[in-house]
């Protein structure tokens, strides 16, 4: 007979009603899996030309001076949501990603912005904040929940209460959420912030379930990008632009 430990019948239990209460976020996890098991048999290597600082890429993709790119990179405060105190930055999104997402969103004071990949909601934060100071403007995030019904309670536990009434966070896969999302929307999107799936295929796929949303002259901000980011710029025909970060790989950021 196989013995398994209450703690182990308790965790699986869990999963599988969490699995069975929401199949779509169940079909999304095999999806992310998939993705992530092609990556591992079809290992890439890629790294752009050229990548530029945080203020030279807002430079070129925006017109901004460098002057009041800096003011509102100075006014960016870390975020004091419920959990934020025994977070860092650096567990989620790299400072790099975070100031790009907070600089365009005072800088051009998008109406409507879209994100995939919340996490503990440093990205979001950002967002919301430089939405707040321009006294405009809504977001909506997407993000998986793992299947443990715990999880949950992390995704955005970062993200200030006073910031909140201009965010509507959605739960799912983002491939399958974005136009469900959208399509509840009758203004165009200004800013498609993409940091959830990692994987070559996933982020080609957000980039195309988001990219007929985009309003012409509106961004594609990406995390950690790669060689899907360059393959989808090109099928768009539009030139990317790439920002160094410390960790892993690139930033990518294109204008429609
Ligand atoms: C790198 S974290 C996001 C960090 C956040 N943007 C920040 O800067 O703090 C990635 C998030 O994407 C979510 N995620 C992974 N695959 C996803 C998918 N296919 N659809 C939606 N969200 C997904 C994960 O649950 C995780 O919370």
Known sequence: MLLVSPRIATRGWALATQALSHPSWAVSHLSNFNEAMYDRKHPWQWAPAESLSVVDALQKAGGWQEAEIRAVLDELVA?????????????????????????????AKPQLVLETGVAHGFSTAS????????????????????????????????????????????????????????????????????????????QLKAYGAAWPFLRDGGV?????????????????????????????????????
């Open 79 to 107: 975020p004091t949501g419920p959990e934020s105190s025994t977070l860092t930055v650096d567990q989620d999104g790299s400072s790099e990603f975070i100031q790009l997402a907070n600089a365009w969103c005072r800088l």
């Open 127 to 202: 967002i919301l904040q430089a939405l707040e100071r321009n006294g405009s403007g809504h977001l909506i995030s997407i993000d998986l929940p793992h299947l443990h019904p715990d999880a949950i309670k992390t995704i955005g536990a970062a993200v200030p209460k006073e910031l909140r009434s201009r965010w509507t966070l959605c739960l799912g896969g983002e491939v399958s959420t974005i136009p469900r999302a959208m399509s509840a929307r009758p203004e165009p999107l200004d800013l498609f912030v993409q940091d959830a799936s990692h994987s070559y295929r996933g």
């Open 220 to 256: 594609l901000l990406s995390d950690d990008v790669s060689e899907p980011f360059d393959v989808f710029a090109r099928r768009v025909g539009r030139t990317p632009i790439y920002v160094h970060q410390p960790k892993w790989r690139p930033v990518g950021l294109i204008v429609k």
